[in-house]
């Protein structure tokens, strides 16, 4: 079973959605059988809702499953009312990104471009605090709740069965200064660190690379249970868009592959964020 509670919430509504396919009815006809509305239906299936087990009991009967499955699915609705570790830092983890850090956690592969900062997944505490400061109306608490939310998520990718991560980064993100140069050494330095891990694979986008297949950041999540279709996630300053499906996700593939052709191997990325960290140096 899914560790986080976004993770399970979204096992439940795909679930509540399959057995709904294979029954041949609408939305509006389980409502109608059931004396609810569609549209509570709906939202049970795209998990825009929180599920009652008492809920999950009755569509398990009228869908007649078996009681292995309905407790099972009960036993999710229950596990997906509980916090994520992340939440408990209140505020200073906006609702549409919360939803992003609970399918990370769950999260076997995680494959992103940066074209305009580091990775969170590798940012010291001193370079993500800089870019919490600017351009968001947040109090200095809650500055300091954000930044230990992202220094805390990342522990996946040191854990025992830690995702493989796999990050493109321009070189703009390299020679751009977040708070001065001294701060940047420390945070060049970070990246060559996450880059060493087993799990980590970093290549560098350089200026000279021509055309490329990307219009902005994006980040690709994929899943141990092949039940678990791949997400796409790309934020924005207050919001966040999630895409999933055979199309986008297949297209966004091919972008990220186009990425990867047009970026320096591994090897000679770590060459240049070597050069430009002696460039601060200086």
């Known amino acids: 079973m899914a560790g986080s509670p976004t993770a399970r919430r979204r096992r439940l509504s795909i679930e509540l959605k399959k057995l709904r396919e294979k029954s041949g009815l609408t939305c509006a006809q389980v409502g109608e059988a059931l004396d609810w509305s569609g549209s509570k239906v709906n939202r049970m299936e795209t998990g825009s809702g929180r599920i009652q087990p008492s809920d999950i009991d009755a569509l398990c009967r009228f869908y007649n499953t078996s009681d292995e499955l309905r407790e099972f699915l009960k036993s999710l609705a229950r596990l997906a009312k509980t916090r994520g570790w992340w939440q408990v830092h209140g505020s200073g983890v906006p609702e549409w990104f919360s939803i992003y850090i609970g399918l990370e956690q769950d999260a076997s592969t995680i494959r992103q471009y940066q074209c305009e900062l580091l990775p969170g997944l590798m940012q010291t505490t001193a370079y993500a605090s800089e870019l919490h400061k600017t351009g968001a109306h947040m109090t200095p608490a809650d500055i300091d709740r954000a930044v230990r939310v992202r220094l805390e998520r990342q522990s996946i990718l040191t854990r025992p069965e830690a995702p493989d991560a796999w990050f493109i980064v321009n070189e703009g993100c390299l020679?751009?200064?977040?708070?001065?140069?001294?701060?940047?050494?420390?945070?060049?330095?970070?990246?060559?660190?996450?880059?060493?891990?087993?799990?980590?694979?970093?290549?560098?986008?350089?200026?000279d690379s021509g055309t490329y297949p990307a219009t902005g950041s994006f980040t690709m999540l994929g899943f141990p249970d092949p039940e678990d279709q791949d997400i796409v996630y790309r934020d924005g300053i207050t919001d966040a868009m999630y895409l999933e499906g055979e199309h986008h996700v297949r297209e966004y593939t091919r972008a990220f592959d186009g990425l990867r052709a047009a970026a320096l191997s591994p090897q000679r990325s770590t060459e240049l964020i070597k050069t430009v960290l002696k460039e601060y140096a200086r």
């Open 175 to 207: 020679r751009n200064v977040i708070g001065d140069r001294a701060l940047m050494r420390e945070q060049l330095e970070r990246a060559l660190e996450s880059a060493e891990l087993p799990t980590v694979t970093l290549q560098i986008l350089p200026f």
